[in-house]
């Protein structure tokens, strides 16, 4: 068995993460893997970084079938090789090479975004190919979501993704931020992870502290990321005279050392698919309120792992923020059923589901 990996982001958030997880699980298992990814992509250089020799880049140029054909060509030098496509144009390339250039390998997608199939023809066509095998929902909410437009309903399943615990284990006293953006040491920090796209509405964001900044002004707000989002947030900051309140930290690679400093994590997500900076979260022992968005409900309880409102609620989203603030006791309590219940939400997990469809995937196949 050979699993190649087929990645077409430039970037790394959150699904590429899981991407190098899964690539670390399976090279520990004794997995075959081959990477084909863009030469100037992220994963590409998390590939040479990690010695993963067998990877292959191409230049990204929209709908291509050089890629298409290279991964047919791929796919001929391994035995009982599976394409796993991780994004929406990976799955096209999959879908071409079988369409155009005869590859016969079974293709397992993964389904990752918080809205339907495209109804277009090609859409419809790809995701109902005879090579899929598996389409790999991350939440349950996700699957319910992609399910009217795929005609053979066995094919989703649900992997969660996962995170490191490994990785949150710093000290918890270190005040990088504080003395970073200088702080003052008896304000409180508020803050999200997450790239400045429009799912993430920031602005929901900007409400919600304004609303906070209204009954309680010991606080700062932080925006950990970066994105195309940036100078409209910060324009509508700077509209509602918040811009000593709310600060941009622009893209941070020392998360594990940083996130124990937030008091509050509050996510306004639109859309999510699962929101795995909320794991984060529980495993730095900080307390979350959230939006009901994708599949957060199955990470976040509400009022047992963390708190949760309506999209596009920023009263709501205020309020539990503000009783997080003045009841220690229920903001105690929901760190450690979140930090219980993170552990089954492990990156070791996602890829041992995984690499059960994989196998499950052979049997079927060859």
Not at 97 to 115: C, E, Q, T, Y
Not at 239 to 258: M, V, W
Not at 288 to 311: M, Q, S
Not at 314 to 334: G, N
């Amino acid at each position: 068995m050979t699993i190649i990996h087929v990645s077409t982001k430039q970037s790394w958030r959150g699904g590429e993460q899981q991407i190098a997880y899964l690539i670390d699980e399976l090279r520990d298992a004794g997995v075959e893997q081959v990477v084909l990814t863009p030469a100037n992509s992220k994963l590409s250089d998390f590939c040479q970084e990690h010695g993963i020799r067998k990877t292959h880049f191409y230049k990204w140029t929209g709908i291509n079938f050089h890629a298409a054909h290279v991964l047919k060509k791929i796919c001929k030098r391994y035995s009982q090789p599976i394409i796993h496509a991780h994004d929406s144009h990976a799955h096209t390339f999959a879908y071409l090479s079988s369409l155009f250039f005869g590859n016969k390998a079974p293709i397992i997608v993964s389904r990752r975004v918080d809205f339907p199939v495209h109804r277009n023809l090609f859409s419809k066509w790809k995701y109902n190919a005879p090579q899929i095998r598996k389409i790999i929902c991350v939440s349950e909410k996700i699957k319910e979501i992609t399910a009217p437009s795929i005609h053979n309903k066995t094919l989703l399943t649900v992997v969660y993704s996962g995170i490191d615990i490994s990785r949150f284990s710093a000290p918890k006293t270190q005040n990088i931020l504080k003395k970073y953006f200088q702080i003052p040491e008896h304000h409180l920090i508020i803050g999200n992870i997450a790239a400045l796209a429009p799912h993430k509405d920031y602005f929901t964001f900007v409400d919600t502290a304004e609303l906070i900044l209204k009954q309680y002004q010991d606080v700062t707000f932080l925006i950990i990321g970066q994105g195309p989002m940036k100078q409209r947030i910060a324009e509508y900051i700077f509209d509602k005279k918040l811009q000593n309140s709310i600060y941009f930290t622009g893209y941070r690679t020392d998360i594990p050392e940083i996130l124990p400093e937030l008091d509050i994590f509050l996510m306004t997500s639109e859309t999510e698919g699962l929101g795995t900076s909320l794991l984060d979260a529980f495993a730095s022992e900080v307390p979350v309120v959230a939006t009901r968005a994708g599949g957060i409900p199955e990470i976040v309880k509400h009022n047992y792992t963390g708190l949760l409102a309506d999209v596009k609620d920023p009263v709501q989203l205020a309020e539990y923020v503000l009783t997080l603030i003045r009841d220690p006791e229920l903001k105690s309590a929901l760190v450690k059923n979140a930090k219980q219940e993170m552990r089954t939400f492990t990156k070791q997990q996602t890829a041992r589901k995984t690499l059960e469809i994989y196998q499950q995937v052979i049997l079927e196949s060859y």
